[in-house]
């Protein structure tokens, strides 16, 4: 059977509020996700990071 993806939470470093949820694939296991999204409570783009599950 093929492996699921697992879901992961992204959270603001600026306001450490968690905004958005996406799937990570197994291959990255290592590495957190860090992206540039857009904060609703900051209203700008700031750097979000995955959390602890």
Same mark, same amino acid.
């Given at each position: 059977?093929? %492996?699921? $993806?697992?879901?992961?939470?992204?959270k603001?470093?600026? =306001?450490?509020?968690i905004?958005? /949820? &996406?799937?990570k694939?197994? %291959?990255m $296991?290592?590495?957190?996700?860090?992206m540039?999204?857009? =904060?609703k409570?900051?209203?700008? /783009? &700031?750097?979000?990071k995955e959390?602890? $599950?």
């Open positions: 059977m093929a %492996k699921k $993806k697992k879901p992961t939470k992204i603001c470093v600026e =306001c450490g509020n905004n958005y /949820h &996406t799937y694939s197994n %291959k $296991k290592e590495e957190k996700l860090e540039k999204k857009f =904060c409570v900051c209203k700008k /783009h &700031t750097l979000h959390t602890k $599950k």
